[in-house]
Structure formats: C-alpha cells, structure tokens
C-alpha cells in the first residue's frame, strides 16, 4: 500500500470530527483516504491510516460504516475498511489489516520485544522441570513428544530447541499483527499477541503473550471471559466460557470451555476438554475430559476418555512434584478413578478404582486394570471383545474437525505394528508367568497386580484371534486385485518393496512409525543433517504417507513367528489356509463384538423405562428411546462387517482357484 501525508484540508477535517493528534506530520494515509469516516481520535506516534469507503452489516441487520470512532491510537498502521469504535484506553503498536472489526474494547497493545508465545518452555510431566517443551506456532505433536520424551539424548534435545528459539527470534517485532476480517469485540486487554486472519475474540478478560493460528477455512474462536498467557492457540481451536490457560499450547480444532483451566501443558489435535484441570500434561490427539472434578496431571495420554472424577496424583510430599505417568493411545479412566504415579498403562485399556502400587501394563494392550479390596486385578486383552473399543475407533476419524494442514500425523489404527507388537510381547509374558508359577496356580502376580487364571488363558486366546486377524488382512490387502495364476505370481505380489519397518514401532503421540526411523532421525539431527524444523516435520510427513509399506514389511518380518514360514515360502495353498484362520479370528472377534452390544439391550438395561406405566410398557418405551436391537447402527455394522469380510475371502479364494 502506498501513503501520503495528510493535505491541509483533510487535516481540518479531521479536527471539526474532533480528533486530536500531538504531530499531524507524522499520519500517513492512502492515496485516497477521506478523513469524513474519523471522529473523536486521538493520534501518537507514527500512523498510517488506508481507506474507508465500506459498510458493515452485523447480525440483526445493523448497518455500520468503516472507520475509526472514539478511540486512543499509538504508533498503529491501519489498512482498508476496518472498523474500530470505543476504545477506553488505547490502541498501540499494532498493523491491523483490511476489513478488521474492533468494538467496545480496552486496550489492545503491542510492549517491547515479543515472540508472541514462540519459544516458551512448558514444563509438563514434571512441574519442577526437566522436560520442557519449547512451543511454536506451527509445532506437531511428535516433535513435542521427543522433545519432552528423549531427555537420554541431551545433543538431539539442545539442537530441537535451538532451531525453536531461532524460529521464535524470526517471530520477534515489537509491532503486534491482527489479521484481515478478525473481530474483537467487548474485550478487556490484549497485549502482545499476534492473531491470524478471520479470528473471532469476543468477551475476553486477557489475552498476553501468544498467537492465534487462525485462517479464512479454520478460524479461531476465543471467548467470554478467558484469560491465556504464553500461549499458542492453533488453527480451528475453540476458547470459551472462563477458560484459564497459562504456559499452553492448544493444537488444530481443539475445543476448551465450561471453566476448564490449565498450566504447563500441551493438547494436540481435536482434544476437547471442559470443567476440570490439566496440569503439566502432554494430551497427544483426541485426549478428552468433559466432567467436573476430573484432574489430569503429570501424565502423557492420546486418545484418552477421561470418566468424572477421573484423579492422579504426582505428589508424595517427599521432593516434591516429580512423579509421571503415561497412559497409551486409545485409553479409558472410569469415574473416580485414581492412579498414583509412576504407573504406565498399556494402549486400549480400561481403568477402574484406585490404584496404588505403581502398575505397568504397557506389555498387556486392551486390558481391564480393576480395584478390588484394595488390589489391583489385570485382565489381559478382554478391551478387544468391548463394543466401546471399536465404537471409540470408528468415531475418531469422524470427529477430526481440521480444515487446515495438518500438523499432527494421526494413526487411527486400532491394529498396527505397534499394537500387534505389545500383543506378541503379552503373549510371551503370559506364558512366562504360567510357567513360573505352574498351569494349576489359583493366581498369578505381575509387578504387584494379580492375574486371575482363566483371565490368562482368555487373555492369551483374545491375543492371539487379533494377531491372526491383523496378519490375514495385510495378506489379502497385498493380494487384492492380483490375477494368481501361480506360485511365482503369489511371491512377486508377497515381495517386500522396501526395507524400512522392521524391529519395534513406536507411537510418538498420534503417528505410529518404526523406531529403526525415529533413531535414524535422531542420527540426522545429531550429525547436523537436518538442521530446519521444515526437515523434521518431512520426516514424519513421509512415514505417514508410508505407513502401509512399512507395516508391510514388518508382517513379513513376523511371518515366520505367526505362520511357521518365511514368506518366501508361502505357496497357493498356505494362502488358502491363512484365509480361513484370518476368517475365524474375524467371525471370533465380531461375535464377541456382538453379544457385548447385546447387554445394552437386556432386562437391567431397561431398568427405569416404562415408568408410570403398566409392565408389558417397558419394551415398549425402551424401544421407543433406544431402538430394537437388531436395528440398532452398530449391531449392523457388525452383522454388515462379517457379511462383507466373508466375501473377501471368498473372492481371493475363487481367484486362487482359478
């Protein structure tokens, strides 16, 4: 845009509209400004004002004129067509750009040197320090996790937070930015914040030391009463009702209301958090906790579904705050649950009562961890035959609600190399324990948590029908639309294309990839390889988009553990036996599915409905709230699922036959 000084007659204008201004040489204006849209404003310092020929219409159908009314303005440039009106205080040091519209607010200032939230330490898992975080505004999820997660690599975390800090030096003005078609309205203070285009601020009480990540397709929304400082607010997130955020980052399309309160932590994409508190928590995507009373603390969770009342506890009044705990991707706390950190607790898995001995049940995935007496009870894989497991599976993908890039990678598997690999691991453990202590033991103990015997077994038995299953369907998957004349064909179409996905795999909160990958990464920032976030960020853009290879690759790694035969070995007829094996695990695994969301329907389900009526109302009124069972969405999906499984089966084993 370019400016002129103001002509003598515009500035005569400008004082009969009542303004005020210590030097008028120092306004700037476009080259066709008109000052009739100024009234009642007090100029400082340098300013450049653009045009203001456009009307507003609000909701309601009020109809306003751009321009500037009743309002202090310091050392500010202006673009086209904003709306700015009552201000108590002032405005300073801020560009505010075209079609921008500010009512009703106190100050909104830019002071000294600011980074805009960029570069600040979050101290989560450990309140005293130790595994800070250094945010940015366009930071992901995995690379916070090895940032507070590889504290045993000193050089990999030192260069991380040096290439953050020479981001956040990049951020650095001592100018403010509000971008194009935002709205503030009715706010206390903004101070040394940086908002993104098309942001929506209504009510807030403060707003210090961050950005808003906003765009024209993901806006963010910050309201009534909220009070944020050090923060970074990602595109598409939700800040309203009284939330209170201090050292936070809040990721894409997470949603904060109902005096939800936070300090020293980090939530990732779609989190969505009311009522309770966080403190010094990395909540990895899809972490939730909606109920009052709920406490997340010191913990590192994703997927979590956080029960009311839901409690930790990193304090045992002796150093003080240090203890942490993880609770792997795809977990649930009941209500009132409590565990006393340290404690890991395994992916998809269950939590119930109080827990006081420290458990880890990282090797044992999809178990139920239940308080009895005081004890702590483990059964292993039972979370697989839970019609909330699934439920949970399918809603996740339905529930992203970003619009923008992704800066979060989200895995929403529920069977991975990660998953298959804890359940190979629990297997041995299984076994391990019952031939310690015998087959005939009335209970087995492991790591101070009692194992009840045909717990074991059916532990064991849900293991290994999940194993199958996972392993048939990345085989059928490879064979899909091949034309298998032979055995050579079957091995060309079996081939390993790449070598990466061997060994162990990790989840760096929300993105599954080899840990072979994670260690090469670690090398290349160690060596001075990759040395821009740009090039980490790369990295995990192309183990995302390379998952299926990857897994690929590690099933063939396993073939030999799960079948008997190295994948070179397989013929036509091996494939025809692993077909139906991975048939049974399905029709084993949906069939529990289905007598699970079976007890949703029965005679204590119906307990309370039909109230005032005679007996034979009860079916009656439950149906009429809950549906029938059979045309319930989930039983029919799961009917729907065996139906079209059998049919791909079938339709390999016709071609084989061919």
């Not at 080899?514 to 740009?534: C, F, Q, R, T, Y």
């Amino acid at each position: 845009m370019n400016f002129r000084k103001l002509r003598a007659e515009e500035e005569a204008q400008l004082c009969l509209n009542g303004c005020v201004c210590e030097d008028w040489s120092r306004v700037n204006v476009s080259l066709d400004f008109t000052p009739d849209y100024i009234k009642s404003v007090t100029f400082s310092g340098d300013i450049y004002l653009g045009k203001f020929e456009n009307t507003i219409t609000l909701d309601g159908g009020i109809k306003l004129h751009s321009g500037i009314y009743n309002a202090k303005i310091h050392q500010c440039k202006i673009c086209d067509n904003v709306y700015i009106s009552d201000v108590a205080n002032y405005i300073a040091n801020y560009e505010i750009a075209e079609n921008v519209f500010i009512e009703n607010v106190n100050r909104i200032i830019a002071s000294g040197q600011s980074t805009f939230g960029n570069g600040v330490r979050v101290s989560v898992l450990n309140e005293t320090g130790g595994r800070e975080v250094a945010i940015y505004d366009n930071m992901s999820s995995h690379i916070a996790y090895m940032m507070a997660m590889y504290r045993y690599l000193p050089s990999t975390i030192e260069k991380i937070n040096q290439l953050v800090d020479d981001y956040a030096s990049a951020q650095t003005s001592e100018m403010g930015y509000i971008g194009k078609n935002t709205k503030i309205l009715n706010s206390n203070l903004i101070k040394n914040v940086k908002v993104g285009e098309y942001a929506k601020i209504e009510g807030v009480s403060k707003l210090k030391e961050g950005t808003l990540c906003s765009s024209q397709q993901s806006p963010v929304v910050v309201g009534n009463n909220v009070i944020a400082e050090n923060f970074i607010f990602a595109s598409g997130s939700k800040i309203t009702d009284g939330v209170v955020l201090q050292n936070v980052y809040v990721g894409q399309s997470c949603h904060f209301s109902h005096l939800f309160s936070a300090h020293d932590s980090l939530f990732f994409a779609n989190c969505a958090c009311e009522n309770g508190e966080a403190a010094a928590v990395f909540a990895g995507p899809y972490t939730v906790s909606m109920h009052k009373s709920s406490l997340l603390i010191a913990g590192m969770f994703s997927f979590l579904n956080a029960g009311s009342g839901s409690n930790q506890s990193n304090h045992m009044y002796k150093l003080g705050p240090i203890h942490q705990g993880i609770v792997e991707r795809g977990s649930k706390t009941t209500s009132d649950s409590y565990i006393l950190w340290p404690a890991k607790i395994g992916a998809f898995s269950l939590v119930m009562g109080r827990h006081v001995s420290h458990p880890d049940t990282s090797k044992l995935p999809f178990s139920y961890l239940i308080e009895n007496r005081g004890r702590s009870y483990l059964v292993p894989g039972v979370n697989l035959k839970s019609v909330g497991t699934i439920r949970d599976a399918m809603k996740w993908p339905k529930r992203d609600g970003r619009t923008d890039v992704d800066l979060d990678y989200v895995n929403f598997n529920l069977l991975s190399p990660y998953t298959i690999g804890k359940m190979q691991e629990g297997i041995d453990l299984l076994d391990t324990l019952e031939a310690t202590s015998g087959a005939t033991a009335d209970k087995y103990t492991y790591l101070s948590m009692t194992i009840e015997p045909r717990a074991l077994r059916k532990g064991r038995e849900y293991y290994n029908y999940a194993i199958d299953k996972f392993m048939g369907n990345s085989i059928i998957k490879r064979l899909e639309n091949i034309d298998i004349i032979d055995d050579n064909i079957l091995q060309q179409a079996l081939s390993v294309t790449v070598a990466k996905g061997t060994g162990e795999w990790l989840d760096l909160s929300g993105l599954i990839m080899p840990k072979s990958e994670v260690k090469h990464l670690v090398d290349n920032i160690e060596s001075g390889l990759i040395n821009k976030l740009e090039d980490i960020k790369k990295v995990f853009s192309d183990n995302n988009d390379n998952y299926y290879e990857y897994e690929w690759t590690w099933v063939v790694s396993n073939m030999k553990r799960w079948c008997g035969k190295e994948i070179s070995e397989l013929k036509i007829a091996d494939i025809r036996d692993i077909v139906k094996k991975w048939y049974d695990s399905v029709l084993f695994i949906d069939k529990m599915l289905y007598d699970d969301a079976q007890k949703e329907f029965s005679l204590i389900a119906k307990t309370g409905f039909g109230v005032d009526g005679s007996a034979d109302r009860k079916n009656f009124d439950f149906e009429q709230v809950r549906g029938a069972f059979e045309n319930d969405p989930f039983v029919k999906m799961v009917l729907h699922h065996i139906t079209e499984k059998k049919r791909l089966g079938d339709e390999l084993l016709s071609r084989l036959k061919k």
